[in-house]
């Protein structure tokens, strides 16, 4: 019989999935981004809620919700075409370009060398050109075309393990799928990064705690809604961080993998090293990573007329990793010295983070030490799309230090204001400010209270009844 608290989780998981439909249907990110930021602070309020409830349901009944309620959270991004990020497009048309035996890293979308591969959905053309996200080309004759591609005049900057992912995709789906089939493919990857959390918890924590990704409302809009190949990523950071525990040659394979999919899952492989006190032991894990980098890329490099990094330099350039003020990057630090120091100041509390974990990290818990290095890198940088933060939700998940993921909520909240009236800086800058204070305060709660040596204070009767369940005994 269902009791009280198990009643209230699943009515707030409800009322989560409810919310998150509504807000996916909602079309309002250049035409209402107010109106759409008030949505998205209601979904984070309601999965507040549900994570609160559900750590006070049995273990046993409580991972049964936490899969369930991911299959059904994720599923509310397939509910409408991308409504905020045109990324995706990029992903099928790179697909396609493969298929045809062409290098993805050779010609950008709006090489008319390419116009054969063209078609409608892509390539619109007529009223739908009038829309404000379609980036204009010319056409074959010179007319003039439209994309649903960002920066069509652009090579590729997506690493070759995403992009083999592009491809199976494209293969395995049917004729006119369209987004719906990157969109299932983030779906698929959402719920087995879950199912792998829930695996991890069992053994090494609190299977709970894989709530705080399975129901972030960061994961349908981003993972799933907008097919962000950080999806994949993540999933390989978290098998690596998982598996580096017992095999650093396995873990470092895996987090290779996760590098050549993204690039950003980089930062978590200081975490993968806590407590290593021997260069052998480092190297263990690090050689395997690059090596596994270097191979995926090397294909590309000898058959590839174009450099295989593609817009890289363009987009760090871009995005003002060398001019804070262009993106308002390094924000947090720029309230406290001048633009030209923010990058090596930047740099430099970077260093000693990593350092720090890897002299005393713990070693069975290396995802608290990327936790660490990750969510600080995030703060020092203060990123503008909220996708890349995926992968700090998962870390969270892994940790259980939630405090962090007002990290994810600040970068959603920049996003979302890059289209209000006003300076938009300040929304962000006033997010991550409040995202660094909730980290500082949960930091000082947890030493005040003297808790476990691991980050996340699992009580030791949470640890030992999910060792037990994991057993197969009777849990709580």
Excluded at 115 to 125: E, T
Excluded at 215 to 242: I, M, Q, S
Excluded at 304 to 323: F, I, N
Excluded at 446 to 452: F, I
Aim: hydrophobic share 50%; with cysteine.
């Amino acid at each position: 019989m269902i009791n009280t608290r198990s009643l209230t989780a699943c009515l707030l998981v409800a009322g989560l999935t409810a919310v998150l439909a509504a807000t996916v249907l909602k079309d309002g990110y250049i035409t209402d981004p107010g109106g759409l930021a008030w949505w998205y602070a209601a979904c984070w309020l309601l999965f507040a809620a549900a994570v609160l409830a559900v750590r006070r349901m049995p273990v046993r009944h409580a991972v049964a919700l936490v899969l369930a309620g991911g299959v059904a959270v994720a599923a509310t991004g397939l509910l409408a075409p991308p409504r905020t990020s045109t990324d995706s497009y990029r992903y099928a048309w790179d697909g396609r370009v493969q298929a045809a035996g062409i290098s993805p890293y050779d010609h950008p979308p709006a090489d008319p060398a390419l116009a054969g591969l063209r078609d409608d959905w892509l390539f619109p053309r007529g009223a739908d050109c009038a829309l404000p996200e379609r980036s204009r080309i010319g056409g074959p004759a010179g007319e003039l075309h439209c994309t649903r591609i960002n920066r069509p005049q652009e090579h590729t900057i997506y690493p070759p393990v995403a992009q083999g992912y592009f491809l199976v995709v494209h293969a395995l789906s049917p004729e006119n799928a369209r987004h719906k089939a990157l969109q299932t493919g983030g779906a698929l990857l959402a719920v087995g990064t879950t199912v792998v959390l829930v695996l991890v918890l069992r053994r090494r924590g609190d299977p709970r705690q894989a709530a705080l990704w399975a129901w972030c409302p960061a994961v349908p809009v981003e993972a799933v809604n907008n097919a962000h190949a950080d999806v994949l990523g993540v999933l390989l950071a978290v098998l690596g961080l998982w598996v580096v525990v017992r095999g650093r040659f396995e873990g470092g394979v895996l987090l290779g993998a996760a590098v050549a999919t993204k690039l950003l899952p980089a930062v978590v492989l200081p975490g993968a090293l806590s407590g290593v006190r021997r260069w052998r032991d480092a190297a263990a894990v690090l050689v395997p990573a690059a090596a596994v980098v270097a191979v995926t890329y090397l294909p590309h490099v000898l058959l590839s007329e174009s450099s295989v990094l593609g817009y890289l330099g363009g987009y760090t350039k871009e995005e003002g990793y060398d001019d804070p003020s262009a993106r308002n990057r390094y924000a947090l630090l720029r309230l406290v010295l001048p633009d030209a120091w923010a990058l090596p100041a930047a740099l430099l509390v970077t260093a000693v983070v990593v350092v720090r974990v890897m002299r005393r990290g713990d070693p069975e818990r290396p995802w608290s030490g990327a936790l660490s290095v990750t969510g600080t890198v995030f703060l020092l940088m203060t990123p503008g799309y909220s996708w890349y933060a995926l992968l700090l939700v998962a870390l969270v998940a892994l940790d259980g230090r939630w405090e962090w993921l007002g990290v994810a909520a600040a970068g959603t909240a920049k996003y979302v204001a890059v289209h209000l009236d006003g300076d938009s800086s300040v929304v962000g800058t006033t997010a991550y400010a409040l995202a660094a204070a909730a980290v500082a305060a949960g930091a000082l709660v947890r030493r005040n209270r003297g808790m476990p040596a691991d980050a996340a204070g699992v009580p030791r009767s949470v640890r030992g009844e999910s060792a037990r369940v994991a057993v197969g005994r009777k849990g709580e």
